[in-house]
């Protein structure tokens, strides 16, 4: 699902330079400190909390697969947004397809949050992450998830 992060008032200088940048490269700083975020056990934590459509929680999820939190973060492939009509509106920062390993990333939204807040552009990473694993939304609500990833992560 896409993730709004808090609203920003100014927009980010380099709006064109962020359209232009590869997005795995706009992405690249915010995807390495949600890693090192995935390394402590605390922020783990964040996926026992959440559970699939069926039930089961994103660890086991990953345990089945026989992969860590951060062999699966490297597994995402973050792609250009631009044509996902909700990054159309500024708000909306990423997204994921539930079940896939593909998030769409809205560049100027998440370049603007990544240079404002840089801890905040890796909890997005982390929330789009569990989205890959297969977290629905509504319920939990988008907010509901940015908090309990900024919980167990940090901010």
Known sequence: MLCAPPTFAAPVDGREAADRMPTRTLVAGAAARAAAKLRRSECREVLSDFRDGAGR???????ERGVSAGEF????VFVDGRGVPRCAGGKVAAGANFGTNFVGVCKQTFARVQAEDPGLAANIVIHEMLHSLGLGEDPPTSE?????VAKRCGP
């Open 73 to 76: 973060l490297a597994r995402l």
């Open 144 to 148: 509901q998830i940015n908090r309990q």
């Open 57 to 63: 929680r994103l660890s086991e999820i990953l345990d």
